[in-house]
């Protein structure tokens, strides 16, 4: 960290202490809580879906190392892989809706597809995915 020049110490420290407290902030901001999720997939099913999906839980997991997200349709669950974690909000938004449009249609089919196209950025956040995979590990992911 770059201090200003001629800080005394008891300065010094509040500063360091400011500066901790925002980036906390802003981290906690970028890496939303389970709760946070939750809320964001009810607002994403409300918009572009008409509420119809109503996900009980959505919630991060550390141990699905191959999708970006999952989803048991019967009890309304979605996981969200937590290497998503501190990606842009869009992209985590497009899993999201990704997943929730799994509890409506199960399949990739084309009636899945359509619906995932109301979300605006599908197209970009999947373009984003993939290159992220590739750079990662030299292959595209499923979800
Ligand atoms: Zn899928």
């Known amino acids: 960290m770059l201090l ?23 981290e906690q901001r970028r890496r939303p809580s389970d709760d946070d999720l939750l809320e964001r997939a009810a607002e994403l099913s409300a918009r572009y879906l008409d509420g119809k999906a109503e996900p009980a839980s959505v919630r991060w997991v550390e141990n ?21 974690r501190g ?6 938004d497009y899993v999201i809706m990704h997943e929730l449009v799994h509890l409506l249609v199960p399949s990739h089919g084309p009636r899945f597809w359509a619906l995932v196209e109301r979300y605006p950025r599908a197209e970009r956040a999947r373009g984003f995915l993939e290159g992220f995979s590739m750079a990662a590990n030299g292959s595209p992911e499923e979800c």
């Open 64 to 84: 699905q190392l191959h999708r970006w997200g999952s989803c048991t349709p019967d009890q309304g669950t979605i996981r969200l892989s937590a290497r998503l």
């Open 87 to 92: 990606m842009p909000a869009w992209v985590v």
């Open 4 to 26: 200003p020049a001629g800080l005394s110490t008891t300065d010094e420290e509040q500063w360091v202490r400011r500066m901790l407290d925002r980036l906390a902030a802003k």
